[in-house]
């Protein structure tokens, strides 16, 4: 799996919190982090669509982080994964930058997932996204790490 991500993150305690989940996710995730684009609004997001499309692989299984995209339980989310690997295809996600995803992005996307209709920080959502990954590791496995609490 790969993560292709907007933005270097630099503040050591945010990189502990992806290190905590990263170090436990079977399958691995790659995290290849692209420069933060330049210009206006417009220009940035056609500049960093240009390297995110360019980092996915070309067979990939792109899902978009966006909130336009589609609001998962946790349960929901570890059965897609799970659905989406059986494609046989490389998952790849995407977080945008400041500025959000150009259309271009959001036209290669095979899925696109929602933590909300709130705006976050893009490294935020990557925590919260590495979270989720190793969630949905966990309760594909059965593994008590995940507590619904719910009948
Ligand atoms: C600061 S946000 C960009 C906000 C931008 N104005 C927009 O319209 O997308 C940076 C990135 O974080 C991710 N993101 C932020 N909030 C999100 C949410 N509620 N659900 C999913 N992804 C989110 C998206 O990948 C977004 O491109």
């Not at 960093?48 to 989310?77: K, W, Y």
């Not at 959000?100 to 909300?116: I, K």
Request: hydrophobic letters at 45%; one cysteine or more.
């Amino acid at each position: 799996m790969k993560l292709v991500a907007v933005g270097r993150m630099k503040d050591k305690n945010e990189r502990a919190l992806v290190e905590r989940y990263l170090k436990r996710l079977r399958p691995g995730l790659d995290i290849a982090e692209l420069a933060d684009g330049r210009g206006s609004a417009d220009e940035i997001k056609r500049r960093e669509a240009q390297a995110i499309l360019s980092a996915c692989p070309p067979q990939a299984f792109v899902i978009v982080l966006d909130e336009s995209g589609r609001n998962f339980s946790s349960p929901a989310l570890s059965e897609a994964m799970a659905g989406w690997s059986a494609l046989g295809r490389p998952l790849c996600f995407v977080i945008g930058g400041a500025e959000g995803l150009d259309a271009s992005v959001m036209a290669r996307a095979d899925a696109a997932l929602s933590f909300g209709t709130l705006t976050w920080p893009h490294m935020l959502v990557r925590i919260m996204l590495v979270e989720q990954i190793y969630r949905a590791q966990m309760i594909a496995s059965g593994h008590p790490y995940h507590r619904s609490g719910r009948p």
